[in-house]
């Protein structure tokens, strides 16, 4: 009877799985957008610059993580590697810079599924000292893994964090 139970209960969760497999998205995208009171310069610079990145950024608080830039700041191919106790577990790199226009970023973190992020500022001046901020999160999970970040609420967190991300720019750049 017991081992009855015990299969049906294998075999039922074996099958949310994999209905789960097939429902949830791998695709996770937010859109968000703010105005702050900076000259585009200033806006640009302290997203392009990741040692200002840092000073702003709700990353290192929120993953209890120390971080450090390798290569030219403020240029393609910089980048702020996240490390914790000493190791490093991810970095963020500049892929793309149009100035006073974008900055793009890939992200990269050890996790327990498969990931590929990709994080865009979009800048548009709206007067002398007032830029409007564009945040676009692009992050495509593989599948199967892909089903942990949602049952464990890695992307509601992410979202959240992002929110953070935003208010911690707004605070750093606004005159």
């Known amino acids: 009877m017991i081992t009855i139970i015990l299969l049906g209960t294998g075999i039922g969760i ?4 994999f209905i789960l497999a097939f429902k949830l998205p791998t695709k ?3 859109v968000e957008e703010i105005e702050v009171h900076a000259s585009i310069q200033k806006t640009y610079d302290a997203i392009r610059f990741q040692e200002q990145l840092m000073e702003w950024s709700a ?3 929120e993953t209890n993580s120390q971080c450090a830039v390798k290569n ?3 240029q393609i191919e910089a980048q702020t590697v996240f490390l ?13 810079l149009i100035e006073h226009q974008k900055v793009s970023f890939y992200l990269t973190t050890k996790a327990p599924f498969e990931q590929y992020t990709r994080l865009h500022f979009y800048l548009k001046e709206l ?8 945040l676009y999160f692009d992050n495509t999970l593989k599948k199967p893994s892909h089903i942990f970040p949602h ?12 929110l953070k991300v935003l208010a911690g720019f707004k605070s750093y750049v606004d005159n």
């Open 28 to 30: 996770i995208q937010y």
């Open 14 to 17: 074996w099958t949310a799985l």
């Open 127 to 134: 007067g002398e000292a007032k830029t409007l901020v564009m």
């Open 84 to 96: 914790q106790k000493g190791k490093q577990f991810g970095y963020q790199e500049i892929t793309d």
């Open 59 to 61: 990353w290192p608080s």
């Open 151 to 162: 049952i464990f609420g890695i992307v509601k967190w992410t979202y959240k964090l992002l």
């Open 72 to 74: 030219v700041d403020g």
